[in-house]
């Protein structure tokens, strides 16, 4: 394993349940005094992620990521463990742009894990800490912060099963907004320039009326300068009176004009910083992922790198940034995917094929649609069976309809438990109806 967690970009070995570890066929240590290695022992979870150790060559500070193996019988009986440096994860920290700000790792307890960048104060990095969620949850949050007279929005992406770690990334809010305040800005120039044209045109054909333009320009230059509160009184039914009552009316609609305005592109900013909150934590993911894929390639587990190239694959295809439809061939991609992974899990008991007529690939439908029948199949007819199982997929088209049909050879139900679905499924769509 690289003499013992000795590289930057990852190292692998393979864990026993006793917690001997095999780094090479013939170099084993003993881990079963780890935490990492007992969290990851009795963890539910997909993979644990530990705290920072010490690596044993260089001393420097790595983590290591845990992936249980599954026997036949659905028993964990041992783990895949990947080590990453942190000097690594510095370095896709680095490289997220995200409106130009500057992200660390860190936890609510003020341990950082990645080199903070220069640009960042050292009270600034002190408040981000101080305002780290305690409870970690899977949802993106974020704070308002002012350091030094300038006003940030940092955001908080909880790292899943880890201890607690949180990707943080400050953002100036000048950054956020600046379209918003261009625009509005934008607006008051061109009801302005408006105005002037106007008040011109009257001084032009009114001589008599001096004062009262005055008067009235004046209000303009308020105007101007930015103070929509203006408004003037021009006694008489001429013109000018007429003009001053609509130069009040503009005022008063440039104000709703740029408050609307404003308050659309505020909505439409968050909008989109949501959906860039979302991506924070799957970017990250799936950098490492790739990084692990390439090491495994190194490492000559070309098994283990097909794995990871479906999970980052299936990872993509759930997320479709943001759509709710995708074309046919990515579903079944997305399942081919899915298969490959719990074939690892459930070694020579899982079989399946996947019957699709290349022309309905471009049909557009619902996104993980099939996948949730799939994994049915397996947790309730392929496992209970306690031996080798198939599951067969079949699209095809018919009487102008797309059928997708999927079929195990698994346990089945009696016909009492198929008989209540049926109704059950009556019952909803008649409901619906």
Not at 6 to 26: K, Q, S, W
Not at 87 to 109: M, P
Not at 353 to 382: F, M, R, W
Request: proline share 2%; aromatic share 10%; glycine share 4%.
């Amino acid at each position: 394993m690289d003499s013992y967690y000795g590289n930057d970009y990852g190292t692998f070995a393979i864990n026993r349940l006793d917690g001997i570890e095999y780094i090479t066929e013939n170099q084993t240590i003993d881990v079963s005094d780890r935490d990492y290695f007992r969290e990851a022992l009795f963890s539910e979870a997909e993979y644990v992620i530990s705290k920072p150790v010490n690596s044993k060559t260089d001393g420097s500070l790595i983590t290591v990521a845990c992936y249980p193996i599954f026997s036949k019988a659905s028993e964990k009986v041992g783990f895949v463990a990947a080590a990453i440096s942190l000097k690594k994860l510095t370095e896709l920290t680095d490289n997220l742009s995200f409106y130009n700000g500057k992200s660390l790792i860190a936890d609510s307890s003020g341990s950082i894990y990645t080199n903070v960048d220069e640009s960042l104060s050292d009270s600034l990095v002190r408040n981000i800490i101080e305002h780290i969620p305690y409870n970690s949850d899977s949802k993106v949050s974020y704070k308002d912060v002012v350091e030094e007279n300038t006003d940030y929005v940092v955001f908080y992406a909880p790292i899943p099963n880890s201890y607690g770690w949180f990707l943080c990334t400050a953002v100036h809010r000048s950054e956020l907004f600046r379209d918003a305040e261009l625009l509005a800005k934008s607006l008051v120039g061109i009801g302005i320039v408006l105005l002037f044209v106007a008040i011109s045109v009257s001084f032009l054909v009114s001589n008599l009326a001096t004062k009262r333009i005055r008067i009235l320009s004046g209000a303009m230059q308020d105007v101007r300068q930015g103070r929509l509160e203006t408004s003037i009184t021009l006694n008489g039914n001429d013109e000018l009176s007429d003009l001053a009552e609509d130069f009040n009316i503009m005022v008063a609609d440039i104000k709703k004009l740029m408050h609307k305005v404003y308050q659309q592109q505020k909505e439409e900013r968050q909008r989109e910083l949501q959906v860039l909150q979302s991506q924070i934590n799957p970017h990250f993911l799936y950098n490492t992922l790739d990084t692990l894929q390439w090491k495994a390639l190194e490492h000559g587990a070309n098994e283990l790198s097909e794995l990871i190239v479906s999970l980052s694959s299936f990872f993509r295809i759930s997320l479709s940034k943001g759509k709710e439809f995708i074309t046919l061939e990515k579903e079944l991609e997305h399942v081919k995917n899915y298969l490959v992974i719990q074939q690892f899990r459930y070694r020579d008991i899982l079989e399946y094929n996947i019957d699709c007529d290349t022309e309905l690939y471009k049909c557009s439908l619902p996104k993980i649609l099939i996948q949730p029948l799939v994994e049915n199949a397996i947790y309730h007819g392929i496992k209970p069976k306690l031996g080798s199982g198939a599951i067969r997929i079949s699209v095809f088209e018919e009487d102008n309809i797309l059928k997708i049909v999927v079929k195990d050879d698994g346990v089945g139900m009696n016909e009492e438990k198929l008989n209540q679905i049926k109704n059950n499924l009556d019952k909803h769509y008649t409901g619906n109806n």
